[in-house]
């Protein structure tokens, strides 16, 4: 099992920038998949990033070449960074471990941090 505690939300203006993080109980290096989710109101769970055990990253199209996953695997954590943010960005962002443990997958979820960007 792990736990993830998410943090670094906020409000902030359109174009602005913002940088969540996500803290692991345990090392994250093996962890097949850390994924960042939002949701914003009425709306369901979106995937908006993925990077694996391998260090390949995927994005959501309506976030690519604004917005970076990365990993320290020395610091249990996994980043999102959010540059030129626009206000259908706002929701509450959620990261998440996807695990394999030999016969199936388990999925763990952090608390949320709620993302606000003002137009």
């Known amino acids: 099992q792990v736990q993830l505690v998410e943090s670094g939300g906020g409000l902030v203006q359109a174009g602005g920038s913002l940088r969540l993080s996500c803290a692991a109980s345990?090392?994250?290096?093996?962890?097949?998949?850390m994924n960042w989710f939002r949701q914003a109101p009425g709306e369901q769970r979106e995937l908006v990033a993925t990077?694996?055990?391998?260090?390949?990253?995927t994005y959501a199209d309506s976030v690519k070449g604004r917005f970076t996953i990365s990993r320290d695997n020395a610091k249990n954590t996994v980043y999102l960074q959010m540059n030129s943010l626009k206000p259908e960005d706002t929701a509450a962002y959620y990261c998440?471990?996807?695990?394999?443990?030999?016969?199936?997958?388990?999925?763990?979820w952090g608390q949320g941090t709620q993302v606000t960007v003002s137009s």
């Open positions: 990077i694996t055990s391998r260090g390949s990253t």
């Open positions: 345990r090392t994250i290096f093996s962890i097949n998949a």
């Open positions: 998440n471990a996807h695990i394999w443990y030999g016969t199936k997958w388990s999925d763990f």
